[in-house]
């Protein structure tokens, strides 16, 4: 089946500590982004990708690092800078128009 | 910049009524798509439905259909005869198509969490 997979499904984090979120397609689509969401709020964009090596911020970008070396996979890493990392982290990729979302990764920091 | 407005934090309703949830944007462009999405507990985000702005014509999926006020800048979804199962956070979505490809984020609202009792 053709899908966006995230892994975990729920990650903990020490304070100070820099952590990889998982995003993996095979849809094979080009554009791929990084969404974080907060209780009570919408998605905010974090990053996204147009194509295999090239990213670009987006309106949340602080705190945050992405790679994109494969057209399959577009790791996040929350890095120590990030001051309020707890938060549901959502992957999606793009055809046209329409976004497709991956099932989520929930971060708490300890 | 494009802003996303959803007025109604909560809704409820019983089962098999019709509810409608509110949207209103904030866009100096004139071609856009607007989309619904649902999240239901699981929080897997799902397309209900797409209307593309510069089509006059409302979208209708099944139980869900919308009410498209370009002028009012207004997108209003209607759930017919509503079933357990949408119970979910709807969120009001807006993409800009005149971006390039990857740069055509989806702008967000806050989002309604819509309950249906049985």
């Known amino acids: 089946d053709g899908g966006i997979t995230q892994s975990p499904k729920y990650l903990f984090r020490k304070e100070g500590q820099n952590v990889t979120l998982s995003c993996e397609q095979n849809?094979?689509?080009?554009?791929m982004y990084w969404y974080r969401q907060d209780p009570g709020q919408g998605l905010r964009l974090i990053y996204y990708?147009?194509?295999?090596?090239?990213?670009q911020k987006g309106d949340i970008a602080e705190g945050y690092s992405v790679s994109r070396e494969k057209k399959e996979s577009f790791p996040l890493t929350v890095t120590s800078a990030q001051k309020n990392p707890t938060a549901f982290y959502l992957c999606?990729?793009?055809?046209?128009?329409?976004?497709?979302f991956g099932p989520g990764t929930r971060l708490t920091v300890l | 910049a494009q802003t996303v407005t959803q007025s109604q934090p909560e809704m409820s309703v019983q089962e098999a009524e019709t509810v409608t949830l509110s949207c209103t944007y904030d866009?100096?462009?004139?071609?856009?798509?607007l989309f619904w999405y649902k999240q239901p507990p699981s929080r897997q985000m799902i397309l209900v439905i797409r209307?593309?702005?510069?089509?006059?014509q409302n979208a209708t999926e099944n139980r869900f259909s919308v009410n498209f006020q370009k002028a009012a800048k207004s997108f209003s979804l209607k759930i017919s005869d509503s079933q357990l199962g949408d119970t979910a956070m709807y969120f009001c979505?807006?993409?800009?198509?005149?971006?390039?490809?990857?740069?055509?984020?989806?702008?967000f609202g806050q989002g309604t969490r819509l309950t249906i009792n049985p």
């Open positions: 849809l094979n689509h080009d554009a």
């Open positions: 866009t100096s462009e004139n071609n856009y798509y």
């Open positions: 979505a807006f993409m800009n198509p005149s971006l390039i490809q990857g740069a055509q984020k989806l702008v």
């Open positions: 990708s147009q194509i295999v090596n090239d990213f």
């Open positions: 999606a990729s793009k055809a046209l128009s329409e976004q497709f």
């Open positions: 209307q593309e702005a510069y089509k006059q």
